[in-house]
């Protein structure tokens, strides 16, 4: 796609700007408000401790426990600032071409593009099935998620590694995965030379406003791109977070969330289904892919309503009839059933 023809102004678009302070906010993937109260105290214990620069030694501590839940070693985590921050180093693998699976999530496209980096998009098409040979044999990089933000799709690992070939790089944009019954089909701890697996806390911890992610990867792919950052890239606070999501206890929490978020998710797509919505299934995050008739002016009445739903139209590959929505308990459901039919669906 010629890049004059790239709206940049949607690939920047998050769900964060269509939930408004106050509103019930089915816009943004994040589980709770807050971190959880024993989350909260381990971060508050930290407090006294940022009058200094964090350590070499908080730093390992931290990789050594990502590397511990994963079944790899500290070589292979490259702590980050956030997935963001991961998806901004990208260009430094310096690739020729990059191909990115649509519809996805668009902050690797646009790191990508704002480098000047050719990108080729391969768009699904209902039902978001990855077929390995509709990536450009010139491709030296190929970006996708799993599960896929928006379309809630789950690809098989062994497809994913269907895409392998010489002289390229693999990145799994797996933001979601914790979220997913027993992490199935994560590629989060198989080592591989040329596999890339990107994580956040993001979602499963509510650390929106923390920034907390990782690279889990080869040890030459993660210098390259460690290469060119700042000293001290992680504070006190973010390396305690990741320290402490990264213990069994944790793990364990965040799995019996993901059984809860399964349940949560086959109602919501029972009870939308009964409204005559079109909703995207099999679904397996933490989100549903929704389609309806002027899907915009839904959107605009559930606002009215104060309800926020996430537009879809800013997904390579869909349109203005698409809408996304986290998956909640039934209490919310409960209004946003009431608001859709308030709005005459």
Not at 26 to 45: E, K, T
Not at 79 to 90: R, S
Not at 189 to 202: E, I, M, P, Q
Request: proline content about 8%.
């Amino acid at each position: 796609m010629p890049e004059d023809s790239v709206d940049h102004a949607k690939l920047r678009h998050h769900g964060d700007v269509d939930a408004r302070p106050g509103m019930l906010d089915f816009a943004v993937n994040v589980q709770g408000s807050a971190p959880p109260d024993w989350l909260r105290l381990r971060l508050a214990a930290r407090l006294d401790a940022l009058g200094r620069y964090p350590s070499a030694a908080e730093d390992l501590a931290a990789r050594s426990a990502v590397a511990l839940r994963h079944g790899r070693t500290p070589a292979e985590v490259l702590l980050l600032a956030g997935a963001a921050e991961g998806f901004a180093m990208l260009p430094r693998l310096a690739p020729g071409l990059a191909a990115v699976i649509h519809p996805s999530f668009t902050e690797p496209e646009l790191a990508l593009r704002e480098a000047s980096v050719p990108v080729s998009r391969v768009l699904l098409e209902p039902p978001y099935v990855l077929n390995p040979a509709s990536v450009p044999d010139a491709a030296d990089l190929v970006v996708l998620g799993n599960p896929t933000n928006p379309t809630s799709v789950l690809h098989p690992a062994e497809t994913i590694l269907a895409l392998r070939r010489p002289g390229r790089i693999i990145v799994v944009d797996e933001a979601f995965a914790d979220a997913v019954a027993g992490e199935s089909e994560s590629l989060a701890s198989s080592a591989s030379s040329d596999v890339l697996v990107l994580r956040s806390l993001t979602k499963t911890w509510a650390l929106a406003g923390l920034r907390c992610g990782y690279f889990l990867g080869a040890p030459e792919l993660l210098a390259r791109l460690n290469h060119g950052r700042p000293h001290w890239p992680l504070g006190t606070l973010q390396l305690e977070a990741i320290t402490a999501t990264a213990e069994s206890v944790a793990v364990a929490q965040a799995q019996e969330r993901a059984r809860d978020i399964a349940a949560e998710r086959e109602s919501m797509i029972e009870r939308l289904t009964a409204l005559g919505v079109d909703v995207h299934t099999p679904a397996a995050g933490p989100f549903l892919l929704l389609r309806v008739a002027d899907g915009e002016l839904l959107r605009k009445h559930l606002a009215d309503q104060g309800i926020a739903v996430r537009r879809a139209d800013t997904f390579p590959g869909l349109g203005p009839d698409y809408l996304r929505v986290a998956v909640r308990g039934a209490p919310e459901v409960d209004r946003l059933i009431a608001g859709i039919c308030a709005a005459g669906r």
